[in-house]
Nanobody, 130 residues
Framework: QVRLVESGGGSVQAGGSLRLSCAVSGYTYWRYCMGWFRQAPGKGREGVAIVDADGSKSYVDSVKGRFTISQDNGKNTLYLQMNSLKVEDTAMYYC????????????????????????WGQGTQVTVSS
């Protein structure tokens, strides 16, 4: 049984930093896309950052240069380092993963093809105040 559990959210002032973690268990696919998505109150879900099994990464334009996605396969953990946080980054952040992925770049998922994300965590809240 695949399980994704996020942690690391919290409240921070604008300009601050947070690191989100996603502990992954029961996941055995060796080719995959795994990433972070967020949903702010009253808004749709948005892809933030995604990484594939080879380490290729993609980011939504609004976080480029501020957020970094990484994975520690030895610890089965996905991370999202968030620096220079802005009020508009306030949202519930979710970790999500595909099943076996052999369809090329993961960017298509980040850009909206989220039906391929079979596994989701419960989310962790990030609140940025001015």
């Amino acid at each position: 049984q695949v399980r994704l559990v996020e942690s690391g959210g919290g409240s921070v002032q604008a300009g601050g930093s947070l690191r989100l973690s996603c502990a992954v268990s029961g996941y055995t696919y060796w080719r995959y896309c795994m990433g972070w998505f967020r949903q702010a109150p009253g808004k749709g879900r948005e892809g933030v950052a995604i990484v594939d099994a080879d380490g290729s990464k993609s980011y939504v334009d609004s976080v480029k240069g501020r957020f970094t996605i990484s994975q520690d396969n030895g610890k089965n953990t996905l991370y999202l380092q968030m620096n220079s946080l802005k009020v508009e980054d306030t949202a519930m952040y979710y970790c999500a993963a595909t099943g076996y992925w052999s369809s090329g770049s993961c960017y298509t998922i980040l850009a909206g093809a989220t039906a391929y994300l079979y596994y989701w965590g419960q989310g962790t809240q990030v609140t940025v105040s001015s």
